[in-house]
């Protein structure tokens, strides 16, 4: 969908070159410090921000369209002195859906019960399930979310995760952004790592994995009560695993490199200016 | 519903859920038929139209409060909600830049228009009731060029809001603009007419510069169209090759109106969410 993307404010490379592309019912997550350019791309996304060069297109349209997508930006604001109801009903009829869909999406999102109350009541945790209400609307076959889980509660971060795996069921495509590592990595398809405006890795986490060859850690328990752990590069992993085995260990673990190494990995090798 | 109706609902909404429409027309109609019945106290009753004494002393006060009032509307329309953050999710949905303006300015338009024929119609009502409204046509024309003064001003308003990047900005440029356009300037211009004691390209472009003002175009349209007003405004003595036609001044409103719209909805269109 994103073609050598580049886009420049000024002198500033906020994208230099990005070329990556989603299929319907794949969840592609955004990784990268602030500033690295993922705000930038999702504006690309919904033609707020025309490129400097390439091209974006979304569902073959160019400039983007924007009815079949929903999104949701950093810290969403809304107009505070709107209740729930009135601001999710408004938003409808922008997108040309009936209200009622609205007040089904305020009951999917668990904010039914405050629906009449101000917005400037609302907890941060309220504002941004509000937020993805609104981003659901009209069944969107492309979800942009920035930053969509930060200053979240784990249960709602998990409710939050529900369904958006519903919608990626039923086919649609979603990006987000996301600094909190953990969480992406088993609950999407693919990363793209960004490191000021330029891609540095993008795959499935296995496949970042195989390409960064970090070392993986090795933990074994013997019979006779002894532990040891080995850090072995991810090469030998196997050949350490059968020799390890072959002591008939009480208990074997293997610990990957985690999504937050691989981050680190992929940024630090990233030829890096004075920073 | 077309795109810019949504908009407007909304910003009318929002004006009657804070109480603005309210206490403006109050405010409006308290000043309006505080002025009709004390302003014609010292003109006394001698064949006299109080309805037309009422429009004199409403459209200065209309010069001074509804630019004012239009200005607070607007000046906020744009950068505050880029500030509060509220923007870049409006513009993710299908929707034209031009319409987010539209839609602003017919909502603003809309309360303005509410609480001045609410307000002064009220006043104009209860002032006809007891004097007579052989003036009614002048009392008219006062509540459109009033509402047409005032949609005006919110246009400044949203090239203001469009132009600058922060809302304190807008808020200081807006009262910089009405301090101008409604105080300074005709104190300016006076002061330059005695100054050249009537004569020279000042005197000969007198009828041209206030065609410049959005607010002398409104004061010259209310106190001069009529004969029945044109009594009590002191323009009586005003030579009839000196005074503007009513179409050239409406023509003028309108483009009051229609210029710093267009150029605001230009300036919009161009500036990154």
New interface residues.
């Given amino acids: 969908m994103l073609e050598g993307v580049v886009k420049r ?1 000024g002198t500033t490379m906020a994208v230099a070159g990005v070329t990556l592309s989603v299929t319907f019912g794949e969840r592609l997550a955004l990784l990268g410090h602030n500033g690295a350019g993922k705000t930038t791309l999702m ?1 690309l996304m ?1 033609g ?2 025309t490129p400097s060069a390439g091209s974006v297109r979304v569902l073959g349209e160019v400039p983007p ?3 079949p ?1 929903g ?1 949701l ?1 950093e ?5 505070e ?2 209740t729930g109801a ?1 601001l999710i009903a ?2 409808a ?4 859906r009936p209200p009622a869909e609205g007040r089904v999406l305020l009951r999917r999102v668990g904010l039914d019960g405050a629906a009449g109350r101000r917005v400037a009541t609302y907890s941060k945790g309220m504002r941004q399930r509000l ?1 993805l209400a ?1 981003a659901l609307l009209g069944q969107p076959r492309l979800l942009l979310l920035d930053e969509p889980t930060g200053g979240l509660d784990p249960e709602v971060r998990a409710a939050f995760y529900d369904i958006l795996g519903e919608r990626v069921e039923s086919g649609a495509a979603v990006i987000l952004s996301s600094h909190l590592l953990a969480e992406l990595e088993t609950r999407t398809d693919r990363i793209a790592i960004l490191d000021r405006g330029r891609l540095v890795a993008l795959g499935t986490v296995d496949a970042l994995r195989a390409r960064a060859g970090l070392p993986v850690t090795v933990r074994v328990r013997l019979k006779d009560g002894t532990a040891r752990t080995d850090v072995v590069p991810a090469a030998d992993k196997l050949a350490t695993l059968r020799r390890l085995l072959a002591l008939d260990p009480l208990d074997l673990t293997v610990a990957e490199p985690g999504l937050d190494a691989l981050y680190a990995h992929f940024v630090a090798v990233a030829p890096c200016p004075p920073c | ?1 077309p ?1 810019v109706l ?1 908009l407007a609902e ?1 910003e009318f ?2 004006g009657m ?2 109480r603005w429409l309210l206490a403006t027309t109050l405010v409006l109609l308290a000043l309006a038929l505080g002025l009709a019945f004390l302003g014609s106290a010292p003109v006394g009753h001698v064949g006299a139209a109080p309805l037309a004494v009422a429009v004199v002393s409403l459209a200065s006060l209309t010069v001074f409060l509804l630019p004012l009032m239009a200005l607070m509307l607007a000046f906020d329309a744009v950068v505050g909600e880029a500030e ?3 923007l ?8 034209r830049r031009w319409q987010v303006i539209a839609g602003k300015f017919l909502g603003h338009t809309a309360l303005l228009l509410v609480a001045t024929v609410t307000g002064y119609g009220g006043a104009g009502l209860v002032v006809a009731a007891a004097a007579g409204g052989e003036a009614a046509p002048a009392f008219a024309v006062l509540v459109a060029s009033s509402v047409a003064l005032g949609a005006a001003f919110l246009a400044l308003g949203y090239l203001i809001s469009t132009v600058v990047r922060e809302r304190a900005t807008a808020a200081g440029l807006a009262v910089a603009v009405w301090l101008v356009l409604v105080v300074l300037y005709d104190l300016v211009l006076l002061g330059a007419l005695a100054a050249t004691r009537g004569q020279g390209p000042i005197a000969a472009l007198f009828p041209w510069v206030l065609l410049a003002n959005p607010a002398d175009v409104f004061r010259l349209l209310n106190l001069s169209g009529f004969a029945a007003v044109r009594q009590f405004s002191g323009l009586s003595g005003l030579a009839a090759e000196q005074m503007l036609p009513p179409a050239v001044l409406a023509a003028a409103l309108a483009a009051w109106i229609a210029v710093p719209l267009g150029l605001a909805t230009i300036v919009f269109g161009r500036r ?2």
Wanted: glycine share 4%; hydrophobic share 50%; aromatic share 12%.
């Fill in positions: 404010f504006k919904l707020l921000a369209a924007r009815q997508v999104f930006p810290a969403v604001a809304f107009p002195a709107m009135e408004f938003y009829r922008l997108k040309r937020g609104q | 519903m795109t949504i909304k909404r929002d859920r804070n509060r953050g509220t870049l999710l409006l513009l993710s949905y299908p929707l990154a969410p």
